[in-house]
């Protein structure tokens, strides 16, 4: 081993390990990108932010409009450990971030500022483990579900409002009149006022593990994916009752649909997680409402891994992250003629992504540009640096 390489690593190894217990800064690399799958997503309700975050312990902001990376959100460490970020949130004005992180022995909750980068707010958790938050309509509160059920926090101050137990749950959505939905692990979906006060459950048929839950945009119908079913099913808000689901191919396995998200208008359902077309494929699905019926569209996501997480943008596109890792923002014409695949680029926008693990890199492509049927193909140019031609 050169010498140079030995001073370098016994350099990183003293900086990173003897502060941990001297009480003094720690070196951290900044990659550029995501180091570990995003697990998830979320966007403001103006459709200029988009917020990532990792197990690699930071959430990352974007610039939705360009694809440029704005800031990195860093959550403190766990002595010398690292924390996963497990769930993200931004408020509905956009100007703070709810970040939800797990350790070796306890969680937290924090808020930061969004355009100082700065936590304002910090509550520990202890054993109560957050796979998802969600703000309320308003702003007022911040809801997350995880292994311990749902728990509802003052947004302003992370005072604890509500908590509810007996069940596991990744998937809980906001009604626009402030009531809750949660689908847990118990095989049903919970429906809770606005005081934090559960008012009625209802029995999911589909499947015994509900992973997503999403309202449609006009507050008339809900949408389920499952762990272990490959069912999407579509409930209304009334009573909760079964209304009807999407066709399914026979392709279709238990997991592959198991995150769901309405697109903005109310029109179109977006599904996906380990659907997979091929070898290494990865396929969103988009279901277009007709009355009862509906009819399905699908295109490779751009990525080698699970989608992990998807939210609709507020001009009928999508944003999702995946476990490459990689963020992949779509327009609202993505359709399979025109679909991106893995190692092709066309009218999809990579905010960025590691290919093959090897280098972050970032696509530019225009939000909105028709691509023609001629490929944007990239190449692996000398030094590992990417490019794409027409």
């Given amino acids: 081993m050169a010498d140079w390489l030995k001073r370098l690593l ?25 180091a570990a799958p995003v697990l998830r997503v979320a966007v403001d309700t103006a459709g ?26 860093r959550i403190p460490l766990d002595g010398a450990t690292s924390r996963e970020v497990t769930a993200v949130a931004i408020a509905p004005v956009g100007d703070v971030v709810a970040v939800a992180s797990a350790g070796a022995r306890d969680s937290h909750l924090y808020l930061f500022d969004l355009q100082t980068g700065v936590i304002t707010r910090h509550q520990a958790l202890g054993a109560t483990h957050v796979a998802r938050l969600r703000y309320s309509p308003d702003g007022s509160q911040l809801a997350g579900v995880g292994h311990s059920g749902l728990t509802i926090w003052n947004s302003k ?10 069940y596991r749950s990744t998937a809980l959505s906001w009604e626009q009149d402030g009531r809750l939905l949660v689908a847990g692990s118990d095989g049903r979906i919970h429906r809770y006022d606005q005081r934090g006060n559960e008012v009625t459950a209802v029995t999911l048929e589909s499947g015994k593990q509900p992973h997503s839950i999403d309202v449609s945009p006009d507050g008339r119908l809900i949408a389920v994916g ?9 409930r209304s808000t009334g009573d909760l009752g079964y209304l009807f689901r999407p066709f399914v191919s026979t392709d279709v396995r238990p997991e592959d649909l198991a995150n769901v998200a309405w697109a903005a208008d109310g029109k179109s359902l977006f599904a996906g997680h380990t659907f997979l077309h091929g070898k290494d494929q990865f396929v969103v699905m988009r279901y277009y409402l007709d009355g009862k019926r509906f009819f399905y569209d699908s295109w490779t996501a751009g990525t080698g891994n699970s ?9 009928g596109g ?32 990579c905010l960025s992504r590691l290919p093959r693990f090897r280098e972050w890199t970032r696509c530019d492509l225009l939000l909105h540009r028709r691509w023609p049927r001629s490929r944007a193909v990239f190449r692996r140019q000398p030094h590992g640096t990417t490019r794409f031609r027409t």
């Fill in 157 to 166: 101050d992370l005072r604890s409002l509500s908590h509810a137990t007996g």
């Fill in 226 to 234: 499952f762990l272990d079913s490959p069912n999407v099913d579509v």
């Fill in 10 to 34: 016994t350099t990183l190894i003293l900086t990173c390990f003897i502060p941990a217990f001297a009480g003094t800064p720690m070196l951290r690399i900044d990659p550029g990108m995501h």
């Fill in 307 to 315: 989608i992990l997480d998807l939210v609709p943008l507020a001009d």
């Fill in 48 to 73: 200029q932010h988009a917020v990532t975050g990792s197990q690699d312990g930071t959430v990352r902001v974007w610039s939705l409009a360009d694809g440029t990376a704005r800031r990195v959100l």
């Fill in 318 to 349: 999508l944003l999702y992250g995946s476990a490459d890792p990689a963020i992949v923002v779509t327009d609202a014409h993505d359709k399979a003629s025109l679909a991106p695949r893995r190692g092709h680029c066309r009218s999809s926008r």
